[in-house]
């Protein structure tokens, strides 16, 4: 089939290397040139495991082009994929104007009949703006039809999670019109939800915010837990072994961030809003998440007293492992409330510090986790990154001026902590003290 993403950041990019394994021919369309320009010359503007090799291999292979020219990615394809930002506005409400600068192109562009694909998280009813705005821009009138078809990959591992998802869910105006998508979407064998597009575009977002709801919740919990001297790892083990629960995004700790949870969550809560219907339960739940970095470094305050003219070394920078994505990261709002507090910041982050420089530039950026704990007063595991799992403690330790370390995502056993010489301070669980 011969495809368009419109759009080359972490889902439209993946995306387009997926469909061209899979023996398509897809031109990837982004209007940043210098992405454009990069990915020309085979380097990647983004950091996710897999994707360099399957990207080279493609555009090696003839099957995968860029372009910054939108009306050619349209021309090209049969099927067209908007895969552009939907960033937030001040008031949650979710910012359409890239999605729709792409619809308004694919009117005036459009040469022949075309599926156009939503795969960008769009508010319900977005799908009906976007058949508007294209029918309002074409030149001469064309059909067309537009289905919602979103994306569940999650950074870190959006290959895999895009070669088997749990479920590919295509909403479309008829049955004749979802077979394009069922029949690229076959390769991958994998269970398919063929339904309505509204229906398609709440999934999305009742989704995300379902699995926002069980991080808020464990959080709370855990403060239950710090108060009353419980365990919260074990009362999450006890929840999430029962099978109506589950165990996934039950861990306690700074709670949700990065380019989706967030944003999504907020969205729905004004989309409901719009459509009549106060989401308080979503309101607490984006107010819990709020909490979360204020709550850590109030336990920092408590256990160091002023943190005035203190070093802290800050393990960890991206919103999570395994990407270099620093979109509402937790680490900006621990720094930016220790800075507050008159707290020198060094950082570490295996992936994330080129876009960290930009958005933290207080900060010291250094060279390893040893480094940045090298004198400083404290140190703080904001993102759990594998590589500070198998951490040399140790030498850690040695390089601290006291042997504090506070953990805002539980990476470490207590016990060993204590074994270590540490005092510890972690989520939802009691700290280890000195002796
Ligand atoms: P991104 O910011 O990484 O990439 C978006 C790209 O679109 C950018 O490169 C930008 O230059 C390009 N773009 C914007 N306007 C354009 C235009 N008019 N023409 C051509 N290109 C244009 O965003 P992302 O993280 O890939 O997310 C894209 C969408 O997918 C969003 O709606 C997001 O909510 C959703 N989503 C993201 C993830 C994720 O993990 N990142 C997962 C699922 C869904």
């Known amino acids: 089939m011969n495809i368009c993403v419109v ?43 897999g994707l360099e090799e399957m990207v080279l291999r493609n555009a090696g292979d003839s099957r ?6 939108l009306g050619v990615g349209i021309r090209h394809a049969d099927v067209i994929f908007i895969a552009v930002g939907t960033p937030p506005k001040d008031t949650g409400e979710t910012d359409l104007s890239h999605v729709e600068s792409v619809a308004a192109e694919i009117g005036r562009s459009m040469d022949r009949y075309k599926v156009v694909v939503n795969k960008s998280t769009v508010p319900v009813g977005t799908g009906g703006f976007v058949r508007e705005v294209i029918a309002r821009h074409q030149l001469r009138p064309i059909e067309f039809d537009v289905v919602s ?34 029949e690229l979407y076959a390769p991958l064998e994998r269970p398919m939800i063929i339904t309505d597009l509204p229906s398609a575009e709440v999934i ?38 029962d099978s109506r629960i589950g165990g996934a995004f039950l861990q306690a700790g700074l709670g949700y961030g990065g380019s989706c949870f967030p944003k999504d969550v907020d969205s729905l809560i004004h989309t409901a809003g719009r459509l009549g219907y106060d989401f308080k339960l979503l309101r607490s739940v984006a ?7 204020a709550h850590l470094v109030e336990t920092m305050a408590k256990a160091l007293g002023p943190l005035d003219d203190t070093t802290i070394a800050v393990l960890g920078l991206a919103f999570k492992p395994n990407t270099d994505d620093m979109r509402e990261a937790k680490s900006l709002e621990v720094i930016q409330l220790l800075r507050k507090a008159g707290a020198h910041i060094r950082a570490y982050d295996p992936a994330a510090m080129d876009n960290a420089r930009a958005l933290l530039p207080t900060v ?58 540490f005092e510890y301070y972690s989520v939802g669980r009691k700290p280890v003290l000195p002796t």
């Open 7 to 49: 759009g080359t950041g972490y889902v439209g990019l993946v995306t387009g290397a997926v469909f061209a394994d899979l023996g398509n021919d897809v031109v990837c369309v982004d209007k940043d040139r210098d992405k454009i320009a990069a990915l020309k010359a085979g380097r990647l503007p983004i950091y996710e495991p």
């Open 64 to 69: 995968l082009s860029f372009t910054s020219d």
């Open 149 to 182: 078809n979103p994306e569940f990959l999650r950074e870190g591992s959006a290959i895999e999670d895009t070669l088997r998802p749990d479920r590919i869910v295509i909403g479309a105006p008829t049955q004749q019109v979802a077979m394009t998508l069922v």
């Open 204 to 241: 999305k977002y009742a989704s995300n915010a379902f699995l926002a709801a069980k991080i808020s919740f464990i959080n709370a919990i855990s403060n239950i837990c710090e108060a009353a001297g419980a365990d919260v790892t074990q009362v999450m083990k006890g929840m999430g072994l």
């Open 287 to 293: 107010e819990i998440n709020r909490e979360r970095a």
């Open 364 to 421: 010291t950026f250094s060279a390893s986790p040893y480094e940045a704990a090298e004198g400083a007063h404290a140190a703080v595991l904001v993102t759990e990154w594998n590589e500070f799992r198998y951490l040399n403690l140790e030498r850690l330790r040695g390089q601290l001026k006291r042997p504090v370390i506070f953990d805002g995502r539980n990476l470490w056993e207590p016990e060993r902590m204590r074994r270590l010489g």
